[in-house]
């Protein structure tokens, strides 16, 4: 065994944690600590303006996910998994992600394992972005001098088979990310500002792009996925060019930020000043956290069969899809307008301080546009299930709803909306961008 991996060390006793702390109050250096999410303390008068108060919650973090250098998860007690080896243990497990893992780091560090084979270990030359890649070779090297067979064949599994530790993965990330995204993942980084839309803030816990019903975490590889698509027209760039291992290793680091984020979010709410935090209260909600992302792969929208595209099943989804709600209809046009276009009444209220006008919002508190749905632009795949996917689900933090089992009234019946139905919808959608001719030429509302 070389030094590699310690992975029972992970395990800290969490009981061993008093969690009363000094009530100093230091500033923290971004790019060392993370910081305390703002406006999440500020909801909470016995949290905002005691710094001791706020050190202790930082503190309790710090103990749950560590620091961006050294992010590390506490391992529960009665968890039969270890958080730190996540994406790992994932992606080792399943055949045909550990071929293509391998396959990359061949190709990334190919150079390197040319010298390995070649017997040639002084001429093995240090990869980028990869620094404990680079300490583990070296203490292999190290334990195994004097054994070049041994080194050979333990070197070339050690490059072929490298997935990044979750600091480097924080490294890479404050490489890459971290100017849009910011240290603690609030989407708050210097450019974020100029962005419309916005940087996604992991803390909430709200993503996206899945393919989950329910408002579920997203899975590894829906994460992996928009890591290597990129979010087609907004600044979300892709990240193809980059290894497998590394953006694996990203899809770790986002979720434990998500996670710390999620966490803080729930301990500031029910912080007191009378009883502080306890271990106990710490424990379950954090266990809870853990939780919601560990089940993510149950809420998988399965459709094996798509249904042929036929005139009937066109004309049904149009029908749904422009028929307001109070007719019985599933209502689409309130927000996406009779043309499809993303001027419906519902795309914009009235702003509660300035009176004016303006797009409706987000739940990360952004403005936000009603896709136009005649432009073709669909930001996690255009494939027709991938569309079935949004409708089934609703778009989780946008105010796009969920519409499976929603009510509809037709033939004077009432149901609620089916698989069926909601594949009616989404080829139908696809002909918006298309055949735009096809849609109502009624005047829209804006
Ligand atoms: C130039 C700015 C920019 C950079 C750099 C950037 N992102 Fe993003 N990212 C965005 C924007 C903007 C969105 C929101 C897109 C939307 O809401 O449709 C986003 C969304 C996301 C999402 C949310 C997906 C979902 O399902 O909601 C994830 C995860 C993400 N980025 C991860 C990363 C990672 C990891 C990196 C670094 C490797 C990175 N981003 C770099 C701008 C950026
Ligand atoms: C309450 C407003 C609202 C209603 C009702 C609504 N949408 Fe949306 N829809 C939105 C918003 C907002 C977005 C953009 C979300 C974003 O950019 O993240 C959107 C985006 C979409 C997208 C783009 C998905 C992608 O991958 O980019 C599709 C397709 C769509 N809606 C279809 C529908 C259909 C079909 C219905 C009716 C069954 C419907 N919407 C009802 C607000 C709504």
């Given at each position: 065994?070389?030094?590699?991996r310690?992975?029972?060390?992970?395990?800290?006793?969490?009981?061993?944690?008093?969690?009363t702390?000094?009530?100093?109050?230091?500033?923290?250096?971004?790019?060392?600590h993370?910081?305390?999410?703002?406006?999440?303390?500020?909801?909470?008068?016995?949290?905002?303006?005691?710094?001791?108060?706020?050190?202790?919650?930082?503190?309790?973090?710090?103990?749950?996910?560590?620091?961006?250098?050294?992010?590390?998860?506490?391992?529960?007690?009665?968890?039969?998994?270890?958080?730190?080896?996540?994406?790992?243990?994932?992606?080792?497990?399943?055949?045909?992600?550990?071929?293509?893992?391998?396959?990359?780091?061949?190709?990334?560090?190919?150079?390197?394992?040319?010298?390995?084979?070649?017997?040639?270990?002084?001429?093995?030359?240090?990869?980028?972005?990869?620094?404990?890649?680079w300490?583990?070779?070296?203490?292999?090297?190290?334990?195994?001098?004097?054994?070049?067979?041994?080194?050979?064949?333990?070197?070339?599994?050690?490059?072929?088979?490298?997935?990044?530790?979750?600091?480097?993965?924080?490294?890479?990330?404050?490489?890459?990310?971290?100017?849009?995204?910011?240290?603690?993942?609030?989407?708050?980084?210097s450019?974020?500002?100029?962005?419309?839309p916005?940087?996604?803030?992991?803390?909430?816990?709200?993503?996206?792009?899945?393919?989950?019903?329910?408002?579920?975490?997203?899975?590894?590889?829906?994460?992996?996925?928009?890591?290597?698509?990129?979010?087609?027209?907004?600044?979300?760039?892709?990240?193809?060019?980059?290894?497998?291992?590394?953006?694996?290793?990203?899809?770790?680091?986002?979720?434990?930020?998500?996670?710390?984020?999620?966490?803080?979010?729930?301990?500031?709410?029910?912080?007191?000043?009378?009883?502080?935090?306890?271990?106990?209260?710490?424990?379950?909600?954090?266990?809870?956290?853990?939780?919601?992302?560990?089940?993510?792969?149950?809420?998988?929208?399965?459709?094996?069969?798509?249904?042929?595209?036929?005139?009937?099943?066109?004309?049904?989804?149009?029908?749904?899809?422009?028929?307001?709600?109070?007719k019985?209809?599933?209502?689409?046009v309130?927000?996406?307008?009779?043309?499809?276009?993303?001027?419906?009444?519902?795309a914009?209220?009235?702003?509660?301080?300035?009176?004016?006008?303006?797009?409706?919002?987000?739940e990360?508190?952004?403005?936000?546009?009603?896709?136009?749905?005649?432009?073709?632009?669909f930001?996690?795949?255009?494939?027709?299930?991938?569309?079935?996917?949004?409708?089934?689900?609703?778009?989780?933090?946008?105010?796009?709803?969920?519409?499976?089992?929603?009510?509809?009234?037709?033939?004077?019946?009432?149901?609620?909306?089916?698989?069926?139905?909601?594949?009616?919808?989404?080829?139908?959608?696809?002909?918006?961008?298309?055949?735009?001719?096809?849609?109502?030429?009624?005047?829209?509302?804006?």
């Amino acid at each position: 065994m070389i030094v590699r991996r310690h992975r029972s060390a992970a395990l800290l006793a969490a009981v061993a944690l008093t969690l009363t702390l000094s009530c100093k109050f230091e500033p923290f250096t971004p790019e060392l600590h993370y910081s305390l999410n703002g406006p999440v303390v500020e909801k909470n008068p016995d949290l905002q303006g005691d710094p001791g108060a706020q050190a202790q919650l930082a503190g309790v973090l710090e103990m749950l996910v560590g620091t961006p250098k050294d992010p590390r998860f506490l391992a529960l007690k009665d968890w039969d998994f270890d958080p730190n080896y996540w994406g790992e243990d994932l992606v080792k497990k399943d055949e045909n992600a550990l071929a293509a893992l391998i396959a990359s780091n061949r190709a990334a560090y190919r150079e390197q394992i040319a010298s390995i084979e070649a017997g040639d270990f002084e001429n093995v030359f240090q990869p980028r972005f990869a620094d404990d890649l680079w300490r583990w070779w070296l203490a292999l090297k190290a334990e195994k001098a004097g054994d070049a067979a041994a080194l050979k064949e333990e070197g070339v599994k050690l490059f072929s088979e490298y997935y990044p530790s979750l600091s480097n993965s924080a490294a890479f990330y404050r490489n890459q990310c971290f100017h849009c995204h910011g240290t603690e993942g609030g989407g708050n980084g210097s450019t974020s500002r100029f962005l419309n839309p916005r940087p996604r803030d992991y803390r909430p816990g709200k993503f996206k792009f899945t393919a989950l019903k329910g408002k579920s975490r997203p899975r590894h590889e829906d994460v992996y996925r928009v890591l290597t698509e990129g979010v087609y027209t907004t600044a979300m760039p892709s990240f193809r060019r980059f290894t497998d291992a590394q953006l694996h290793g990203l899809v770790d680091y986002v979720r434990l930020l998500a996670i710390r984020g999620e966490t803080e979010i729930l301990l500031a709410s029910f912080y007191t000043s009378d009883e502080g935090l306890s271990l106990e209260s710490v424990q379950e909600n954090y266990g809870d956290v853990v939780a919601k992302w560990r089940g993510a792969s149950k809420q998988v929208i399965a459709a094996e069969d798509i249904p042929a595209v036929t005139p009937e099943r066109l004309a049904h989804g149009r029908t749904l899809f422009m028929t307001p709600g109070e007719k019985g209809g599933a209502n689409c046009v309130s927000c996406h307008g009779t043309s499809g276009r993303g001027d419906g009444a519902s795309a914009f209220e009235v702003d509660p301080l300035t009176k004016e006008t303006r797009r409706v919002k987000d739940e990360w508190g952004n403005e936000i546009s009603v896709r136009d749905l005649t432009r073709g632009v669909f930001r996690f795949g255009r494939r027709p299930i991938d569309l079935y996917r949004r409708i089934y689900a609703g778009i989780n933090g946008t105010p796009m709803p969920e519409h499976i089992g929603m009510t509809v009234t037709e033939d004077g019946k009432q149901h609620p909306m089916t698989e069926s139905d909601i594949w009616d919808l989404a080829f139908f959608v696809r002909t918006l961008s298309v055949h735009e001719a096809t849609v109502a030429a009624a005047p829209s509302h804006h």
